[in-house]
Structure formats: structure tokens, C-alpha cells
């Protein structure tokens, strides 16, 4: 339980060292992609009246996050993607963001760091739960709600509508975020550059074997 976590005389402290939260205009300016990881703040899970070495640690859910994340002492990340190294705690992450585009549209949120263990994401508007997903290095790939090398998380986006985005990872890997935002077209329009040129990357090193191989074959040949 995340009452067990503020304690009375904890209370007083957290009302001075919580980072309030403040939505984030995003993709305004006709933006087809943005960075967004270093626009999030953290909070690290862990109950400091409890030993978490033996697994005895309280997961704590959504709910509670929601109803007493005010209170908790979350730290900004301060414009720099959130790296935290190896963790034996879960992190939660949030971010708050108000889509600023000219006009309605699908949009992706891009976790390129494909390591981690555990990821359970929640996108939130007026205080519901739109979506969620549940997925990680550690959990099949068929969880992925969209077959990528990345963790790929589709949402609507709405003109001038607040998003509550928390994530919650944990992970045996070193602790990082790394997110970004796109336009689903844009997205996939980088997708294929991306994979147009590890084509012709392959192609390069496929003709210099077969080249090297040719020039190898000549040589025996005149010995």
C-alpha cells in the first residue's frame, strides 16, 4: 500500500520536496516527431521501512500513484533523458503533456531501449485510463503492441487535450528512458529510411565478399 510510504512525519517533507506536475506542450509548430524523456519526472518504488533484498517489496499500482502521487517526491529530469543505471527498485515515471498540432491525429510513443525487463504503461485523460500496455525484454514479443525492435505504444492525439502518460519499469538492465513522440506517418516514413540504408549498408558488405572471394579464387588459381 502507498500509505505505508508517507508516514506522518514523512508527510511534511514531501509537501516541500515533491516536484509539482506541468503539462508540456508537444509536436506544436507542425513538429513530426519530439523528444519527450527529458520532459518526465520519477519516483523511485521503494519503501524505506522495508527491506526489498528478499522480494518482500510492495508493488504499487496505478491507482494509488494516482490518488497520492502528489504527495510523493518525484524528481525532474531536468531537460536530460532520465539514465539511472542498474536499479534493484521499479521506477515509476510521468509525463503530462497537451498535444499542440494543428489538428487531431495517431501519433506513437517510441521507447528505444529495448532491454528493459518489465515496462507497463497508462495513458490517462480526465482522470481515466485510455489505454494501457504490458510488455518488456521479459515478457513474450507478442505483447508488443506493435512488432518492433523498440517498444512502440500507439495513442490518439487530440488537439489541445491533456495526456497523463505514467510508465512503470523494471529491469535487471541499466535504467534508462529514452522517449519520443511522433506522428504515426512520420514515424514510419523514418522507419523505412532507416531500413533502406541497413539494406544498402549489407548490400555494400555483400559485393566486397563476393569480390574478395572472386579476387581469392583468381590467386589460387595461378599458384
Known amino acids: 500500500m502507498l500509505r505505508a510510504y508517507l508516514p506522518l512525519g514523512v508527510f ?7 516536484t509539482p506536475a506541468s503539462s508540456h506542450p508537444v ?3 507542425g513538429l513530426e516527431s519530439q523528444a519527450v524523456g527529458g520532459l518526465v519526472r520519477f519516483w523511485e518504488e521503494r519503501d524505506p ?3 526489498n533484498s528478499d522480494g518482500g517489496q510492495d508493488e504499487v499500482l496505478l491507482e494509488e500513484i494516482v490518488a497520492f502521487g502528489s504527495q510523493l517526491p518525484w524528481l525532474d529530469a531536468g531537460g536530460k533523458v532520465p539514465s539511472l543505471g542498474f536499479r534493484d527498485s521499479a521506477y515509476w515515471f510521468h509525463l ?3 498535444y499542440a498540432g494543428e489538428s487531431d491525429g495517431e501519433g506513437i510513443l517510441e521507447l528505444a531501449y529495448a532491454p528493459l525487463g518489465r515496462v507497463d504503461v497508462y495513458f ?3 482522470g481515466s485510463v485510455v489505454s494501457e500496455f504490458h510488455t518488456g525484454a521479459d515478457s513474450r514479443f507478442s505483447t508488443r503492441a506493435i512488432e518492433h525492435r523498440n517498444f512502440l505504444f500507439p495513442l490518439t492525439l487530440r488537439e489541445n487535450e491533456k495526456t497523463d502518460v505514467y510508465i512503470r ?3 535487471e538492465t541499466a535504467m534508462q528512458l529514452p522517449l519520443t513522440l511522433w506522428q504515426t506517418d512520420a514515424f514510419w516514413v523514418r522507419e523505412q529510411t532507416t531500413l533502406f540504408g541497413h539494406g544498402v549498408y549489407l548490400g555494400i558488405l555483400f559485393v566486397m565478399v563476393i569480390f574478395n572471394l572472386f ?3 583468381s590467386l589460387q588459381e595461378r599458384s
Not at 511534511?12 to 515533491?18: N, P, S, T
Open 49 to 51: 521501512n522495508q527491506n
Open 124 to 126: 490517462m485523460r480526465a
Open 27 to 29: 509536436l506544436s509548430g
Open 169 to 171: 519499469v523494471q529491469t
Open 215 to 217: 579476387v581469392y579464387a
Open 96 to 98: 503530462e503533456m497537451t
Open 12 to 18: 511534511w517533507v514531501v509537501l516541500f520536496l515533491g
